[in-house]
T-cell receptor, first 114, second 114 residues
Framework: AQSVTQLDSQVPVFEEAPVELRCNYSSSVSVYLFWYVQYPNQGLQLLLKYLSGSTLVKGINGFEAEFNKSQTSFHLRKPSVHISDTAEYFCAVFYYPVAQKLVFGQGTRLTINP | NAGVTQTPKFQVLKTGQSMTLQCAQDMNHEYMSWYRQDPGMGLRLIHYSVGAGITDQGEVPNGYNVSRSTTEDFPLRLLSAAPSQTSVYFC?????????????FGEGSRLTVL
């Protein structure tokens, strides 16, 4: 079965510190990978995506993620976080052509402390 | 562009009542879907549609009905609300030509069932 695991439900960090949010997915031959961000009381916005090509992808707000096929991971990183990055982050995987739907992880709540 | 519009944003129901959550998109997307978001469980797919007249079940379809008579609209119906359906509901749409799974989300509808 297709599944996505976000290894940390909550991550507290200090402002200007680096952060990594971890995501692993069940193995499959073909996947597209996404990170979405949800600010308080809002819908989800696309942060970045991997479809093909370079395994290091850059997104909005200084975030980047690296696709590691051998470890079936897609970890999200930012070298220096800001208070405004406080949000919930969701990893999502599209398994193709087997399935035609996006599978989400459980979410990681990132809290930035001053 | 309005994108994906959901109404109402908030709703309180009594057990056994029925209601419809409305979803409309103006991006001419063929794919539309409904998710529910519950704490610690991420987003779970309720129903989805790959085009007008075509719908299918997701992970948690029980207690919900959908129909898709036009490309733009994808309403979600609760026939007899239960407290277990208290949740935040998100409608999302996507391209299907060269479908990658990337979704565009509405702002959500918060439903409380007493």
């Amino acid at each position: 079965a297709q599944s996505v695991t976000q290894l940390d439900s909550q991550v507290p960090v200090f402002e200007e510190a680096p952060v990594e949010l971890r995501c692993n997915y069940s193995s499959s031959v073909s996947v597209y990978l996404f990170w979405y961000v949800q600010y308080p009381n809002q819908g989800l916005q696309l942060l970045l995506k991997y479809l093909s090509g370079s395994t290091l992808v850059k997104g909005i707000n200084g975030f980047e993620a690296e696709f590691n096929k051998s470890q079936t991971s897609f970890h999200l990183r930012k070298p220096s976080v800001h208070i405004s990055d406080t949000a919930e982050y969701f990893c999502a995987v599209f398994y193709y052509p087997v399935a035609q739907k996006l599978v989400f992880g459980q979410g990681t709540r990132l809290t930035i402390n001053p | 562009n309005a994108g994906v519009t959901q109404t109402p944003k908030f709703q309180v129901l009594k057990t056994g009542q029925s209601m419809t959550l409305q979803c409309a998109q103006d991006m001419n997307h063929e794919y539309m879907s409904w998710y529910r978001q519950d704490p610690g469980m991420g987003l779970r797919l309720i129903h989805y549609s790959v085009g007008a007249g075509i719908t299918d079940q997701g992970e948690v379809p029980n207690g919900y009905n959908v129909s898709r008579s036009t490309t733009e609209d994808f309403p979600l119906r609760l026939l007899s609300a239960a407290p277990s359906q208290t949740s935040v509901y998100f409608c999302a749409s996507s391209y299907t030509g060269g479908h990658t799974g990337e979704l565009f989300f509405g702002e959500g509808s918060r439903l409380t069932v007493l």
